[in-house]
């Protein structure tokens, strides 16, 4: 199992592109999240997903869209990049609500 | 390769209990360590710990990093139900890295 797999690693993007970061898992897991970080501060979340179809807004999610088409599969959106999104982004999945988080490896994105 | 290792796995207490979870680390270019709280959706930030020998509390929460000996300690005092969660602790090196996460220790506190 590659478990749960992010791409890109590192980004930059200027200010108004576009961009979708990419997060795959290969455990059957019902549930998927997208976190980011930024320096000096705890993870927050940005969306989240209970199942294929199914998706719900975090704690940050202005700026951001997300899909989920597929159990696998749960893609973050960025339409138009500001520099307040300059962060390190975490995906991440769990079969149950409770169970223990699974994380990718994280994508860095520097918007300028 | 930079790892981290929670101690112990699971943990069954009964309120009042005090409890301590352990973490260690191996990093290159160590800049701090982490530790969160997971309840039912999503982990919540606790504490974020840079400098050896100085304890971060919170309520009935604190912690403290041995940067020598490469490991932290998160206490938790007169435990309570709400208290059950599974605690991950994560360290963030230097440089264009992710954080490393533990795999988290499950601490159930029962009545």
């Known amino acids: 199992n590659a478990g749960v797999t992010q791409t890109p690693k590192f980004r930059i993007l200027k200010i108004g592109q576009s961009m979708t970061l990419q997060c795959t898992q290969d455990?059957?897991?019902?549930?998927m999240y997208w976190y980011r970080q930024d320096p000096g501060m705890g993870l927050k979340l940005i969306y989240y997903?209970?199942?294929?179809?199914?998706?719900d807004k975090g704690e940050v999610p202005n700026g951001y869209n997300v899909s989920r088409s597929t159990t696998e599969d749960f893609p973050l959106r960025l339409e138009l990049a500001a520099p307040s999104q300059t962060s390190v982004y975490f995906c991440?999945?769990?079969?149950?609500?409770?169970?223990?988080?699974?994380f990718g490896n994280g994508t860095r994105l520097t918007v300028t | 390769e930079d790892k981290v290792v929670q101690s112990p796995l699971s943990l069954v207490v009964h309120e009042g209990d005090t409890v301590t979870l352990n973490c260690s680390y191996e990093?290159?270019?160590?800049?701090?360590l982490l530790w969160y709280k997971q309840e039912k959706k999503a982990p919540t930030f606790l504490f974020m710990l840079?400098?050896?020998?100085i304890e971060k509390k919170s309520g009935r929460l604190s912690s403290i990093l041995d940067k020598k000996e490469l490991f932290s300690i998160l206490n938790i005092t007169a435990t309570q139900t709400g208290d059950s969660a599974i605690y991950l602790c994560a360290v963030e090196a230097s440089g264009n890295t992710p954080l490393v996460f533990g795999k988290g220790t499950r601490l159930s506190v029962i009545a």
């Open positions: 991440a999945s769990s079969y149950f609500v409770d169970s223990p988080l699974h």
């Open positions: 990093v290159t270019n160590f800049r701090s």
């Open positions: 840079t400098s050896s020998g």
């Open positions: 997903s209970v199942g294929a179809g199914i998706t």
């Open positions: 455990m059957n897991h019902n549930y």
